[in-house]
């Protein structure tokens, strides 16, 4: 079955510092992956997503995520942080092109000055 | 463009009533949306997925009659929770997909329903 870990709950970064979030999938075949963000109260926003082709995917907001097949690990990247990045972040994996989206339990972002 | 509206974006009622929760595609045709539910703090679960013109495909666990959905049209489906009760105080987000090609899920702002 599929699923998808996110091992952190919570990271606490400085502001400016590099930032990674960690993603495990299991998934039988080749995934589609994709990584949200969500503000308190709100819907999720896309961040980026990978279905296939170069494994290093660049999204919105300066994020970026790489795929990596022999670890089943697609994780968010961002070389340096904004105070606004502070939120939730969510990974999913998907089956068929989006159709009944696995998510992770989410890493809750936390930016201090 | 791509952007998924949600109504109410909260709604209090008393436990026993029905709310109904509105999701609108604004600027595409959506033959796919999807109703998912968000505890605080989790993540979230998918409740069903919602087919124009064709009955809710609902995740196991989820009661379909007391979780009514409705995809009336390619722009709007709809969530009716029925004889509401605390238990079901939650967050309540819905997501589009425009076409069966299409792979990016856009995602409503939400709804949060408290039932006293």
């Known amino acids: 079955a599929q699923s998808v870990t996110q091992p952190d709950i919570h990271i606490t970064v400085s502001e400016g510092a590099s930032l990674e979030l960690r993603c495990n999938y299991s998934?039988?075949?080749?995934?589609?992956l994709f990584w949200y963000v969500q503000s308190p109260g709100q819907g999720l926003q896309l961040l980026l997503k990978?279905?296939?082709?170069?494994?290093l995917v660049q999204g919105i907001k300066g994020f970026e995520a790489e795929f990596k097949r022999s670890q089943s690990s697609f994780n968010l990247r961002k070389p340096s942080v904004h105070w606004s990045d502070a939120a939730e972040y969510f990974c999913a994996v998907a089956h068929t092109g989006g159709f009944k989206t696995i998510f992770g339990a989410g890493t809750r972002l936390f930016v201090k000055a | 463009g791509a952007v998924v509206s949600q109504h109410p974006s909260w709604v209090i009622c008393k436990s026993g009533t029905s709310v109904k929760i509105e999701c609108r595609s604004l600027d595409f045709q959506a033959t796919t949306m999807f109703w998912y539910r968000q505890f605080p703090k989790q993540s979230l679960m998918l409740m069903a997925t919602?087919?124009?013109?064709?009955?809710?495909?609902?995740e196991q666990g989820v009661e379909k009659d007391k979780f009514l959905i409705n995809h009336a049209s390619l722009t709007l489906s709809t969530l009716t929770v029925t004889s509401a009760h605390p238990e079901d105080s939650s967050f309540y987000i819905c997501?589009?997909?425009?076409?069966?090609?299409?792979?990016?899920?856009?995602f409503g702002p939400g709804t949060r329903l408290t039932v006293l």
């Open positions: 998934y039988g075949a080749t995934p589609y």
């Open positions: 919602s087919n124009e013109g064709s009955k809710a495909t609902y």
């Open positions: 990978y279905f296939s082709g170069d494994t």
């Open positions: 997501s589009a997909m425009m076409g069966q090609a299409t792979d990016t899920q856009y």
